[in-house]
């Protein structure tokens, strides 16, 4: 990714910098945007960052007040368990949330659910295709947002995954698989080629069109 000429570059920890989030029979491993990796001094947000100021932008009371009851929670106002990254924002949009990530241009992108109403308050609110993100305070802190429509949500790819990884010994021939929020899918990485219609077969239906083979 390059970050030559973006203004602000944005390091989102947890879920968010992690692009795929995978398994494999050889290793599990969440890729980490360091600041090394930059040029410029990196702005560090994390989901929950991400939330919050989406609340202040759009003005949403209930998504602000869900948000400060979390906080209340939680020790020294850490947010981090009670609120429950991606899954918090699942709940809230009614299974509509599709993840968020940083594309190739630099843009913090949120997905949504296509024909949701989720992706068209968000999208209105921030100045589609492109917005803002603002603190509470009115401060910029994120000048380049993007909301993104989605074929399958947050939930659905995750529901694939923990299939996936429930019943692995029984998929013998795939070595690896991830979700991919930026390409809505979840991919599926097969010792052999030649299986991949053993996989097609033995996937339930409901599953069979929200992966892509590797």
């Known amino acids: 990714m390059s970050t030559k000429n973006v203004k602000k570059v944005i390091a989102l920890i947890l879920s968010i910098i992690t692009l795929f989030v995978c398994f494999s029979v050889y290793a599990s491993n969440n890729s980490l945007l360091s600041q090394n990796n930059f040029e410029q001094e990196a702005l560090y947000l994390s989901e929950e960052d991400v939330f919050e100021y989406l609340g202040f932008t759009c003005k949403e009371t209930p998504l602000q007040d869900e948000i400060a009851k979390a906080k209340s929670l939680s020790p020294n106002g850490i947010i981090l368990s009670a609120f429950g990254t991606d ?128």
Not at 91 to 103: Q, S
Not at 167 to 184: A, L, Q
Request: hydrophobic letters at 35%; proline letters at 2%; charged letters at 30%.
């Open 87 to 214: 899954d918090f924002f699942s709940d809230f949009t009614n299974g509509e949330y599709g993840g968020m990530y940083l594309d190739d241009r630099g843009n913090l992108t949120i997905c949504f659910k296509e024909n949701s109403n989720s992706y068209a308050k968000y999208a209105a609110k921030t100045q589609k295709p492109l917005g803002k993100l603002l603190k509470q305070s009115g401060e910029v802190i994120v000048d380049s947002l993007l909301i993104k429509e989605v074929k399958y949500s947050n939930e659905e790819l995750n529901e694939l995954y923990d299939y996936l990884y429930d019943n692995f010994n029984t998929f013998s021939m795939i070595d690896g698989f991830c979700v991919d929020i930026v390409n809505n899918k979840v991919r599926i990485s097969i010792f052999d080629k030649n299986d991949i219609n053993r996989v097609e077969e033995m996937l339930p239906d409901k599953y069979k069109k929200r992966y892509v083979s590797i």
